[in-house]
């Protein structure tokens, strides 16, 4: 078990500082489990930054990403959690995230990034989170992700919700040639991003149904469209337990 809270990276000469809450350099294969990173502030990368990180894989699995915050200067901006190589054409790293809640965490830009990588989302819940808030209005990207050259996403059995705030769920910028992000059997509050390759089974334009989104409670109503709507082979985890030891699979079929 991990528990990362309460730090805060920043520099007072006006430059960015990195990582809140876990800052990987190097190539390391790492996995975090039954963890929170949590109330962690940054100019760039408020929770998790990963860079220089070829060729290796880090698991973030059952835990809780949420109330990082980043402290906001002009001229630099960041994203919740970002992963990206310093050496152009290098191995790709992975980052395979299963089970994570990731909520109330304020950004200036999204709250995913990958760049030349690999991002695997699966079982997943995205919640709460304040994007876009960069004072330069030319780097207000979006919500939930951006993509950059060579970055590669999967999105499954997972709940994207984010606010109607004018901006895309998903950012690529126009300089982007070589990128790709896919879902399935994933409930989006808005309608799928026109970068998603659709593989089936998504909901859009859904209300997941919280328990009670206000006060954090992300479990689901009995009559949420999420419920029983993933796919069983989707999951990694043993035990299949979710960010809050729940049962992963409820009745037959994992929400």
């Given amino acids: 078990n991990v528990e990362i809270w309460g730090n805060k990276s920043v520099r007072t000469h006006g430059h960015s500082a990195r990582a809140g809450g876990v800052f990987v350099d190097g190539r390391f294969n790492i996995d975090f489990e039954d963890f929170t990173i949590s109330n962690n502030e940054a100019t760039s990368g408020t929770a998790i930054e990963i860079a220089n990180n070829e060729g290796a894989t880090i698991n973030f699995t059952r835990g809780k990403i949420d109330n990082n915050k980043e402290i906001i200067i002009q001229g630099w901006n960041g994203y919740a959690v970002q992963s990206y190589a310093a050496i152009p054409n290098s191995i790709p790293n992975t980052v395979n995230i299963e089970s994570v809640v990731f909520s109330n965490n304020n950004t200036s830009r999204t709250t995913l990034a990958i760049f030349a990588g690999n991002l695997n989302i699966t079982n997943c819940t995205f ?69 998603v390759v659709n593989l089936g089974n998504n909901l859009s334009n859904a209300n997941p149904l919280f328990v009670n989104k206000l006060s954090g409670n992300y479990n689901l109503q009995p009559n949420s469209p999420a419920i029983d709507a993933g796919n069983n082979s989707f999951l990694a985890l043993s035990p299949n337990l979710d960010a809050i030891s729940n049962n992963r699979i409820y009745n037959n079929t994992v929400d």
């Fill in 127 to 195: 919640a709460n989170n304040i994007s876009g808030q960069n004072q330069d209005v030319n780097f207000k990207d979006g919500n939930f992700l951006t993509l950059d050259k060579n970055g590669f996403a999967t999105i499954k059995n997972s709940i994207i919700d984010y606010s109607n705030n004018g901006l895309p769920d998903i950012f690529v910028g126009s300089w982007v040639s070589n990128y790709s992000v896919s879902a399935q059997n994933t409930l989006f509050t808005k309608s799928i991003p026109t970068q």
